[in-house]
């Protein structure tokens, strides 16, 4: 792991456990062992930090849902795949998940209008897909907004369930949320 992979990652779980405006780069630097003023050879600030670390989940969520579009699989299909995206980047990103969900509003400039684009353009994307499932009588016709509302609060709180948890959880998860998620809203 190079050493700026380690310093997003310790930066991850401190803005997790304080919030991004507790976390000053002294905390950081205490926390890697090592001079704040080291921690500039691999970092601009703070800012970039945290840019880093919610683009790359933000992305990892767009990739995602590109190649749940791509494929030619029923709407309700794509639906379970897109809950088992989220609980698959909750797994992989616990702590940048949980920075993305609770501190995205401290970005600035260019960083936050491309984490807000790509935010609503995932929302449109699945909600597109909810559309397309209650056309083709897979979903019932209900609101699709609050459909959207109802799945995006649940899958994104996520990260604070899966720690807590054994593999055997985390598995039963992975098989049973979609089921129950989508239950609800299917014809």
Do not use: C
């Amino acid at each position: 792991m190079t050493r700026k992979r380690q310093i997003l990652k310790t930066a991850a779980q401190l803005f997790k456990e304080r919030g991004y405006s507790a976390v000053t780069m002294r905390d950081l630097a205490a926390a890697m062992d090592m001079k704040a003023a080291s921690l500039y050879n691999h970092i601009s600030g703070k800012q970039e930090i945290l840019a880093t670390i919610i683009l790359e989940v933000a992305h990892e969520f767009t990739t995602g849902m590109d190649m749940v579009e791509e494929n030619d699989k029923s709407a309700f299909a794509k639906a379970e795949q897109l809950i088992i995206l989220h609980i698959k980047i909750a797994l992989e990103y616990t702590d940048a998940l949980a920075v993305l969900n609770t501190d995205w509003m401290h970005l600035e400039g260019a960083p936050y209008q491309e984490y807000i684009t790509l935010r609503k353009e995932y929302e449109l994307d699945f909600k597109k897909i909810l559309e397309s499932g209650i056309k083709a009588g897979e979903f019932k016709a209900m609101n699709v907004e609050t459909m959207l509302f109802n799945l995006l609060s649940t899958l994104r709180s996520i990260y604070l369930w899966i720690p807590k948890k054994s593999a055997t959880e985390v598995a039963d998860l992975k098989k049973e949320l979609p089921q129950i998620l989508l239950t609800g809203i299917s014809s």
